[in-house]
């Protein structure tokens, strides 16, 4: 029988608790806490509670993702600050309570509306002061160093400004706004892309957009404004007092429009109920003292949660810090700059890091989860459509790397144009003639409908993945036709060329990760064109057969590893499939593969060592990707490549983790624990690609349980 610690029954699951019993010296020492599409950063600094507040899609004219603002309840004869402070993240519930001194705060985000509270009780009437903290409180002009938290990058305007926000108090109330010029960086980029002919045909996510929130504070009262300032920035106070605080319960409602107020005990009751039912859909324990392997699991645990407080967002995570972000001068003493600050831009999609956050959900079973990341593809489709209509007159959808929440090139990447160049390629040593990565999003809702009969959100007809598909069908031959005579070549496949294999190596004939691309989506879509895709190249390295990169490159610009996406995320080779010795030779003797291998950021080699069923690498491997970060919340990892909180190493944390205790063959066969070490007791519950639900349980090296 598996060890008792293990076991697990149905709809019992209950996460640990995540607890602090001293405070935070600052804003890179919070903890996360959120829900609906709502993340807070939660954290108490000399005595005082403070927390930020995010929201999915709140994307400026710049498209720079903006917070809500900071929060900050200030209590007299400092509560917290004695021996009995604690502050404690609730998984089960998604609350986190705060107490010390007598006096308690619960934090939660409603799960079905986008409303927060924070219910304040304190054992005696006490004194306290609740403010709203607006660094937008007057027009910001971004400067060049800026320039990375919007759109624009390095082709910033000279008068680029992110505008003051509308504020207004009164009584026990507060109201603020922020509204999107009609210009955006979005009438930018057509005009620099040679788009105008289209544009009034064009989807504009941005232009006019309208982000406004409000808080009722029962109990306060508005006493005025005040100035400070914290880390780098400037700010004003929108204060309110309370005399004799003994119980107040603080709602914050953001872009939420009804007129009823939400009930908190309501509230409070749906959301633990939704919290505790989440963490049923899956769970991976065990019982082993390891504290590498515990860790590798809690964090694990922890990043699926922040993946969770995105649940029902419109927009999706973003890979580069999510909701979480905090002052970025913390995370570099360099840049100096607003709470709103992110490397890589706001409304930046960064397809090849994007998709890092999305995969492990299908095996989490976070089905409910994906529709922002795909439905914001299907938002921006006619837009890719309308672009390779416009640029070479063929169909099929032209999806860019560095794409922007509107469909185009993100305009800085886009590059420059001389007259006579091709205006549909972005101009870009890293990115030129990278179409493939919106073929990973199309197998996943290929994949989603498959595992999730109750979705429906887009009538499941594949239009992104025909689409896609049909842009390489009809755009590799209608450029083998521009450069020769013929449109296929000696077998009657297409000429994939120039092609690009991930940013790494270009100018490239017939890349790998494309092939792989084309085949897996083809074959699950069954398209008649699927003959005219060629052959994954091969090459020999010491005698031993190898996937190659391409059949040629001009260059190697970048230190991604494209030779290994045939084995993940297409799965064409790996365990209980033909090859599998010829793709761990390019594994282990690809010079380029092993110089490039590691765990930082975006790289995969984890999933690799998983899915090729090399075990000791996949532990190696997984336990330093999802080992803690440096921040005080152990699954805020570095920036990596990109900025802090880097959701990108996390998401591939979690997909290693799951290669390593469950996959399938194609014909649907079970591979429990494939790269999993024997001596680790485990029990997992986990979905399959195909919507099985499955427990397995191993100890002492022996599967002893598994049920579906």
Not at 393 to 417: C, D, R, V, W
Not at 593 to 622: F, P
Request: net charge negative; aromatic share 12%; glycine share 8%.
């Amino acid at each position: 029988m598996i060890a008792a610690a293990l076991v697990v029954n149905a709809a019992d699951y209950i996460p640990h608790d995540l607890v602090w019993t001293t405070q935070s010296r600052n804003s890179s020492e919070s903890m996360p806490c959120g829900g609906h599409d709502i993340g807070m950063n939660v954290w108490v600094e000399q005595g005082d509670l403070l927390f930020y507040v995010q929201q999915s899609g709140w994307f400026d004219e710049n498209n720079t993702m903006l917070k809500a603002g900071r929060w900050r309840l200030h209590v007299d004869s400092d509560p917290f600050g004695g021996s009995d402070f604690c502050q404690c993240l609730c998984l089960d519930d998604g609350a986190i309570y705060i107490s010390g001194g007598g006096v308690e705060v619960r934090l939660w985000a409603d799960m079905e509306q986008p409303v927060i509270f924070a219910a304040i009780v304190s054992q005696h009437s006490r004194r306290a002061t609740l403010s709203y903290e607006s660094w937008r409180y007057r027009d910001r002009p971004v400067t060049k160093a800026e320039c990375q938290q919007c759109s624009y990058k390095w082709v910033l305007p000279k008068d680029c400004t992110t505008f003051a926000d509308s504020i207004s108090a009164n009584d026990d109330r507060l109201t603020f706004s922020h509204r999107n010029r009609a210009e955006t960086v979005f009438d930018f980029t057509v005009a620099l892309e040679q788009l105008d002919a289209i544009k009034d045909s064009l989807y504009n996510p941005i232009g006019g957009l309208l982000m406004q929130g409000k808080m009722h504070a029962p109990g306060f009262r508005f006493t005025g404004t005040t100035d400070g300032q914290y880390a780098s920035t400037d700010y004003r106070a929108w204060n309110f007092r309370c005399d004799k605080l003994k119980r107040s319960v603080v709602t914050i409602s953001l872009n939420h429009q009804t007129t009823n107020p939400l009930n908190h005990q309501l509230s409070k009751k749906r959301s633990a109920r939704w919290w505790h039912q989440f963490w049923q859909r899956s769970w991976i324990v065990s019982d082993t003292q390891n504290d590498s392997l515990q860790s590798m699991i809690r964090n694990y645990e922890l990043m699926r949660y922040m993946l969770a407080c995105n649940a029902y967002g419109e927009w999706p995570t973003k890979f580069n810090g999510g909701l979480f972000t905090f002052d970025p001068l913390y995370v570099d003493s360099t840049m100096a700059f607003t709470p709103d600050y992110r490397k890589w831009g706001g409304g930046t999609m960064t397809a090849q890091n994007q998709r890092l956050v999305y995969w492990p959900m299908l095996k989490s079973g976070d089905y409910d989860m994906m529709e922002a990341q795909i439905g914001t593809y299907y938002r921006i489709l006619p837009n890719a459509v309308a672009r390779t209509r416009h640029y070479w007159g063929h169909g099929g959808a032209s999806f860019t790397e560095q794409i922007e929440n509107f469909g185009l090139p993100n305009p800085a990447e886009y590059g420059k144009h001389p007259e006579g160049t091709d205006p549909g390629v972005e101009r870009n040593a890293w990115l030129e003639y990278q179409w493939d990565t919106a073929l990973e999003f199309a197998m996943m809702e290929m994949l989603l409908v498959k595992s999730n009969h109750n979705y429906s959100l887009f009538t499941k007809n594949y239009k992104l993945s025909e689409e896609t598909l049909r842009f390489f069908f009809e755009h590799y031959q209608w450029q083998a036709r521009k450069l020769g005579a013929k449109a296929l070549d000696e077998q009657g496949h297409l000429i994939i060329y120039p092609g690009s294999a991930c940013e790494t190596y270009k100018m490239a004939y017939n890349p790998s990760s494309t092939i792989a691309a084309l085949r897996a989506v083809s074959e699950k879509l069954r398209v008649k064109d699927e003959e005219l895709i060629p052959d994954i190249p091969l090459r020999v390295i010491d005698g031993d057969t190898c996937i190659a990169p391409a059949i040629t490159w001009a260059r190697i610009q970048n230190t991604e590893t494209p030779q290994l996406y045939p084995v993940w995320p297409w799965r064409i080779y790996g365990l209980g499939r033909p090859g599998l010795q010829t793709a761990r030779n390019t594994y282990l003797k690809d010079p380029h593969a092993v110089a490039m291998r590691s765990a930082k950021g975006w790289k995969q080699d984890n999933i690799w060592a998983a899915c090729l069923g090399l075990t000791d690498e996949a532990r190696r491997l997984n336990i330093e990707k999802l080992s803690n970060g440096p921040y005080r919340f152990p699954a805020f990892y570095d920036p990596g490549f990109d900025w802090a909180p880097d959701h990108n190493r996390g998401g591939a944390g979690m997909i290693g983790l799951q290669e390593m205790l469950l996959q399938e063959t194609p014909d649907g066969e079970l591979l429990l624990f494939p790269a999993w070490p024997r001596e680790w007791n485990c029990h997992f519950r986990l979905h399959t690609l195909n919507g099985r639900t499955v427990e397995a349980g191993i100890e002492n090296g022996e599967i002893i349980c598994y049920s579906e």
